[in-house]
Structures are given as C-alpha cells and as structure tokens.
C-alpha cells in the first residue's frame, strides 16, 4: 500500500451503511499486524477514529466500526451521515520491515 | 488538551535544507513515539519519519532515507525534521503526530495542523 496507489471511492446514502476495505502488509507477514483508520476532511488533518482494529476513541460514534479477516481490515460506517464524506485512510503496520503503512484513501461520498 | 504545532513550512529550492519544528503540548511528551507524515495537496498521506521516545531510535520511509533526519528534545517538548537535499517531490504538508505510547504502533492519536513546504525553483 502506498500514498502512491490510486485513491479508491465509494458512496451511499443517508442511512446506509458502507464498507471500506484495506489489504493487509504484502509479504510474509508474522506477528501482530497494527490496525488504525482515518478520516480527513478537506483542509482539515486527520483524524483517528479506530485503532487496534476494533477500537474507537472517545467521542468517535459507534456507527464507526472497525473489523479483520484474515489479512484485510475494513470500515464500516453504518447509518451514513452527511458529515461522514471525507477521505479514509487505513494504516497497517507489522513491523520495521515495512514502513510502508498508509493505503492509497477511500473517498466517501454521501449522495 | 494535546496540541500539536508545526511550524518552519516555506518555499525553498531543489537541493535546498529546511529543518521544521512541532512544539507539543498537553501530555507528558517523553512519553511517546513521534512521527512525520506528509501529504502532496490532493493526494493521500505518506508517512515519513519516527523518533522513540528517548530519541535514540529512528526509522524513515525508503523515499526520505538519507536525505532527512528526525530528532527530539524532551526538555522542549520538540521534534524536528531536518530536510536536506529537496525535491519538487517532497512538496507536500508536513504533519506531526503522537503515538498512543513510547512503543511504535502507529496509532496516531493526536494530529498537528500541518506546514507546507514547497520546493521550487
């Protein structure tokens, strides 16, 4: 994964629910793969809103959710907001060995 | 409250130096990993940098390596990016984070505002 890699989309409506998916490190990967997800709106900085895979922090709502299968992690926004629309980025980190940790974005529309 | 505050974005020539700073504030800073990553205006973000928590560990992105170096001073409650040897590719916003402890697990918690820099001749 890479800042490099084209940005993906995706869209729904009001209410909806979506899933963003994020592919895990390439390679060999042995050990705990750490997992964390952001969101950016535009001329903003990101923001944390999962980490550890399921984690959200405090005042991150709960139609934020995180979750793995084996090597992909996903967002799922359930009960899409307008505020919702932003930029997401999955960060995968499972040691020194790849530091290449950020994914290419998912943008959000909410239609 | 964390604070996060970059500072030292400006326009500078290719194969120039520029050293950016991030006061940090809020938290016990020599608690915590640091990092640096940077985003090409409309694109998505790139890590770039970290420093342990006592300063003495340091790890960069492949496309940096060489050129940059990340350093911290505890008593300032600062972390650096000493830029040399630019490029027009390096143009980007240069954001600080924290990391959730003094180990490197990338959860970056808290966010700066971000500096520009642009390289240019």
């Known amino acids: 994964q890479s800042a490099l890699t084209q940005a993906r989309s995706v869209s729904g409506s009001p209410g909806q629910s979506v899933t963003i998916s994020c592919p895990g490190p390439s390679g060999n990967v042995r050990g705990y793969v750490y997992v964390s997800w952001y969101q950016q709106h535009p001329g903003k900085a990101p923001k944390l809103i999962i980490y550890d895979v399921t984690k959200r922090p405090s005042g991150v709502p709960d139609r934020f959710s995180g979750s793995k299968s084996g090597n992909t992690a996903s967002l799922t926004i359930s009960g899409l907001q307008p505020e919702d629309e932003a930029d997401y980025y999955c960060c995968s980190y499972a040691g020194v060995s790849n530091l290449d940790v950020f994914d290419g974005g998912t943008k959000l529309t909410v239609l | 409250e964390v604070q996060l505050a970059e500072s030292g974005g400006v326009v500078v020539q290719p194969g120039g130096s520029l050293r950016l700073s991030c006061a940090a504030s809020?938290?016990?800073?020599?608690?915590?990993?640091m990092h640096w990553v940077r985003q090409v205006p409309g694109k998505g973000l790139e890590w770039v940098a970290l420093?342990?928590?006592?300063?003495?560990?340091?790890y960069y992105a492949d496309s940096v390596r060489g050129r940059f170096t990340i350093s911290r001073d505890n008593n300032k409650k600062s972390i650096y990016l000493q830029m040399n040897g630019l490029k027009s590719e390096d143009t980007a916003f240069y954001y600080c984070?924290?990391?959730?402890?003094?180990?490197?697990?990338?959860?970056?918690?808290?966010w700066g505002q971000g500096t520009l820099v642009t390289v240019s001749s």
């Open positions: 420093v342990s928590w006592d300063g003495y560990s340091t």
């Open positions: 984070a924290k990391d959730s402890s003094g180990s490197f697990f990338f959860y970056l918690h808290y």
């Open positions: 809020g938290f016990k800073f020599d608690d915590y990993t």
